[in-house]
């Protein structure tokens, strides 16, 4: 148990500094409900599609409102920045729309916390020297290792502004690292093996939008009501992937417990 703890700990230690770094670019909305329950608001950061049972997804001004400040149609697409535990139902807000919508509402779409649910036990830590990147000089970002299509490239790569905390070996012996903080944007790989090939092919296609399942993070903040915000948000950042897909992902037993290997 305490080795569980020390590899959980060293992880979000690798996290934390590009997790302060984008602190300053994580907006807090201006919204009522939002500052009045602050303490049980988790960073979620995920994109979702609304499933409602009669077709459409009413988004109100806050939780247990009957204010409709819009409507999805099911199949549409909306980003959760924020979920907030209230009265027994999971709520999201939505910064498009500038109001909050029921969780089980919605289904959420493939992205890296699906894939890490996916890969249990196949990340480590990178210990590279990012050879191939800073000899290409740009960088193609993927949204996980083998998607369907790359997010954008990286044309002005600047090593000093690229770090990579944990790495993955594809089924065809291509090294990716996760990036955390890359220019604005979080939670990305990068092919370190190919950095320039955006033709990569298509291994791990994104799955059908599922069922919310929330994050354990919503039990720690609770735990944690008297934090301050940008303490909230530096912390549940770095639990973005949810405490515990971290402990099943990335923790990886020793030869002397049960199920585990030697790596010296």
């Given at each position: 148990?305490?080795k569980?703890?020390?590899?959980?700990?060293?992880?979000?230690f690798?996290?934390m500094?590009?997790?302060?770094?984008?602190?300053?670019?994580?907006?807090?909305?201006?919204?009522?409900?939002?500052?009045?329950?602050i303490?049980?608001?988790?960073?979620?950061?995920?994109?979702?599609?609304?499933?409602?049972?009669?077709?459409?997804?009413?988004i109100?001004?806050?939780?247990?409102?009957?204010?409709?400040?819009?409507k999805?149609?099911?199949?549409?697409?909306?980003?959760?920045?924020?979920?907030?535990?209230?009265?027994?139902?999971?709520?999201?807000?939505?910064?498009d729309?500038?109001?909050?919508?029921?969780?089980?509402?919605l289904?959420?779409?493939?992205?890296?916390v699906?894939?890490?649910?996916?890969?249990?036990?196949e990340?480590?830590?990178?210990?590279?020297?990012?050879?191939?990147?800073n000899k290409?000089?740009?960088a193609?970002?993927?949204?996980?290792?083998?998607?369907?299509?790359?997010?954008?490239t990286?044309?002005?790569?600047?090593?000093?502004?690229?770090s990579?905390?944990?790495?993955?070996?594809?089924?065809?012996?291509?090294?990716?690292?996760?990036?955390?903080?890359l220019?604005?944007?979080?939670?990305?790989?990068?092919?370190?093996?190919?950095?320039?090939?955006g033709?990569l092919?298509?291994?791990?296609?994104?799955?059908?939008?599922?069922?919310?399942v929330?994050?354990?993070?919503?039990?720690?903040?609770?735990?944690?009501?008297?934090?301050?915000?940008?303490?909230i948000?530096?912390?549940?950042?770095?639990?973005a992937i949810?405490?515990a897909?971290?402990?099943?992902?990335?923790?990886?037993?020793?030869?002397?417990?049960?199920?585990?290997?030697?790596?010296?």
């Amino acid at each position: 148990m305490a080795k569980r703890i020390s590899i959980l700990t060293t992880i979000l230690f690798l996290l934390m500094p590009a997790c302060i770094a984008c602190a300053d670019v994580v907006f807090k909305p201006e919204n009522d409900f939002f500052n009045k329950h602050i303490s049980q608001v988790v960073y979620l950061s995920r994109s979702f599609c609304a499933n409602g049972a009669d077709g459409s997804v009413p988004i109100v001004q806050e939780p247990g409102s009957k204010r409709t400040v819009a409507k999805l149609q099911n199949g549409d697409e909306v980003f959760i920045a924020y979920s907030c535990l209230y009265n027994g139902e999971y709520w999201g807000f939505s910064f498009d729309c500038d109001g909050w919508v029921r969780m089980n509402q919605l289904l959420v779409l493939y992205d890296y916390v699906a894939f890490a649910e996916d890969h249990p036990g196949e990340f480590y830590q990178y210990k590279g020297n990012y050879e191939e990147v800073n000899k290409a000089g740009e960088a193609v970002v993927w949204p996980w290792p083998g998607a369907d299509a790359p997010l954008w490239t990286v044309s002005d790569f600047d090593p000093a502004n690229f770090s990579v905390s944990l790495a993955y070996l594809d089924e065809q012996g291509r090294e990716w690292g996760f990036v955390t903080y890359l220019y604005g944007r979080r939670n990305i790989w990068v092919c370190l093996s190919d950095p320039q090939n955006g033709s990569l092919p298509v291994l791990n296609p994104a799955q059908d939008p599922v069922p919310w399942v929330p994050e354990t993070a919503h039990e720690e903040i609770e735990k944690s009501a008297s934090q301050p915000f940008a303490l909230i948000v530096v912390l549940v950042a770095a639990l973005a992937i949810g405490t515990a897909a971290l402990i099943k992902v990335f923790w990886k037993p020793s030869k002397n417990e049960p199920g585990g290997e030697n790596h010296d």
